[in-house]
């Protein structure tokens, strides 16, 4: 494992507790990180926190993403605790289960917007100007390559994927000369929880898609996450990472 140099960063992990989440925190602690896991889960987040405590200091904080003032406090907490916030990696995300986009339930269509990018939205509203008054800052907006190409039978998934790849866009622009860069990768599907909510045939669709014929593994992204979370990053802003195993074109 390369090794990356987080030593002194505080880094935030929303949807923490499990998955691509999980995998990141692990890999920024590795890499000399505090990190605070947030979600909504609060027997997977006191799981998660003990088993990834011994790699180094992570705490938890139960949190409702699509809430204004619980991420608010969540915030407040995560900074009176660890005196600031250096990496935001908005992870959490719901996949809404599959369906053509007319026989989609209009509720579960609004719920995939709100988790997968008012989420990050309130996230950054709360993180962001702390980011600033520190003069520096780094945002990883976990996408997919849904948000790219338009998955059939996930239109609300692929929707608020492509949006948040925009938010991450217009955000890049608007901080670009505060020491605060904001990047997105773009996943192709990784063998997760994420898996129970979707029909075999979608996942089947998505296997299919990939040259390299598998799945990410979480791991894989984790790597890419703690990169553009570091120093090492300095001129990008507003990109997108492709981690699509070569389905991504663009």
Same mark, same amino acid.
């Given at each position: 494992m390369n090794q990356i140099d987080l030593k002194g960063r505080v880094a935030v992990v929303t949807g923490g507790a499990q998955g691509i989440g999980y995998a990141t925190a692990e890999r920024l602690l590795q890499s000399g990180a505090t990190v605070a896991l947030w979600d909504i889960d609060a027997a997977r987040l006191k799981s998660a926190s003990a088993s990834l405590s011994a790699l180094g200091p992570v705490s938890s904080v139960e949190v409702e993403l699509t809430d204004e003032a619980s991420v608010a406090a969540a915030a407040a907490a995560t900074l009176k605790a660890n005196g600031a916030i250096h990496i935001l990696?908005? =992870?959490? #995300? %719901?996949? /809404? /289960? =599959? #369906?053509?986009?007319?026989?989609?339930? $209009? !509720? &579960?269509?609004?719920?995939? *917007?709100?988790? =997968?990018? %008012? /989420? $990050?939205?309130?996230?950054?509203? !709360? *993180?962001?100007? +702390? &980011? *600033?008054? +520190? #003069? @520096? #800052?780094? %945002?990883? =907006? %976990?996408?997919?390559? !849904?948000?790219?190409? /338009?998955? $059939?039978? !996930?239109?609300? @998934?692929s929707a608020s994927k492509a949006a948040l790849i925009a938010l991450t866009k217009s955000l890049g622009k608007e901080l670009a000369t505060q020491g605060v860069l904001v990047n997105a990768v773009t996943p192709a599907a990784a063998k997760t929880a994420m898996f129970d909510t979707m029909a075999q045939s979608h996942i089947d669709y998505m296997l299919s898609k990939i040259p390299m014929g598998r799945f990410l593994e979480v791991g894989e992204a984790a790597a890419m996450v703690a990169w553009l979370a570091s120093e090492d990053i300095a001129f990008s802003t507003g990109a997108v990472f492709d981690l699509s195993g070569g389905r991504a074109t663009y």
């Open positions: 990696v908005n =992870n959490a #995300g %719901i996949t /809404g /289960g =599959n #369906g053509v986009t007319w026989e989609l339930d $209009p !509720a &579960m269509w609004r719920r995939v *917007i709100e988790v =997968n990018l %008012i /989420g $990050p939205f309130l996230t950054c509203r !709360a *993180i962001v100007p +702390q &980011m *600033i008054k +520190q #003069g @520096y #800052g780094r %945002i990883v =907006n %976990i996408a997919s390559v !849904a948000g790219k190409e /338009g998955n $059939p039978n !996930a239109s609300h @998934y």
